[in-house]
T-cell receptor
């Protein structure tokens, strides 16, 4: 499928477990982003990547790890999940040649018990 | 640093009413400006954009004009529909960094 996809769409896990959220885009956009969305906080940037093997912290990176070995994939890992990481996670991609318009995935709803 | 401020919601309107959602920004240089819409249970979708001063972005009856003198990018629609009920985000990009406003929830009643 063309576009940007996220998996899984829904995930329930327990405190202390490792969880990986996947993001895949088919446009070969250089930039990719991870956001979390919580009621009352809008969108908060977790990590972003300007290209393969280049990643940088956003506003709320603690407790998260990212990697980008291929341009099209940008997985987000919660190394030891906590209840405060219960949220909806959105992946996005953008192309600087198109004024950095961001394209968003459908989101992953993560619940940490 | 760069930032986006938009009016708090929720905004509740009757169908066919006029909509304005205010958005102002702080940025150096020449940012590009966007409005995104998020329908319940979905990701954000681009609604419209403007890439330079005095540009007007428009889509689905929504409009916004890039006003550099007032650092604003207010979203307007002449006649809202129930189907416009959603959360609207103002955003800017500058030097490959992206900044979102906090979102404004719009409820349109029949």
């Amino acid at each position: 499928d063309a576009g940007i996809t996220q998996s899984p769409r829904y995930k329930i896990t327990e405190t202390g477990r490792q969880v990986t959220l996947m993001c895949h885009q088919t446009w070969s956009h250089s930039y990719m982003f991870w956001y979390r969305q919580d009621l009352g906080h809008g969108l908060r940037l977790i990590y972003y990547s300007a290209a393969a093997d280049i990643t940088d912290k956003g506003e709320v990176p603690d407790g998260y790890v990212v990697s980008r070995s291929k341009t099209e994939n940008f997985p987000l890992t919660l190394e030891s999940a906590t209840r405060s990481q219960t949220s909806v996670y959105f992946c996005a991609s953008s192309d600087p040649a198109s004024y950095n318009e961001q394209f968003f995935g459908p989101g992953t709803r993560l619940t940490v018990l | 640093g760069d930032s986006v401020t938009q009016m708090e919601g929720p905004v509740t309107l009757s169908e066919e009413a006029f909509l304005t959602i205010n958005c102002t920004y702080t940025a150096t240089g020449y940012p590009s400006l966007f409005w995104y819409v998020q329908y319940p249970g979905e990701g954000l979708q681009l609604l419209l954009k403007a890439t330079k001063a005095d540009d007007k972005g428009s889509n689905k009856g929504f409009e916004a004009t890039y006003r550099k003198e007032t650092t604003s990018f207010h979203l307007e629609k002449g006649s809202v529909q129930v189907s416009d009920s959603a959360v609207y985000f103002c955003a800017l990009t500058n030097f490959n960094k992206f900044y979102f406003g906090s979102g404004t929830k719009l409820n349109v009643k029949p």
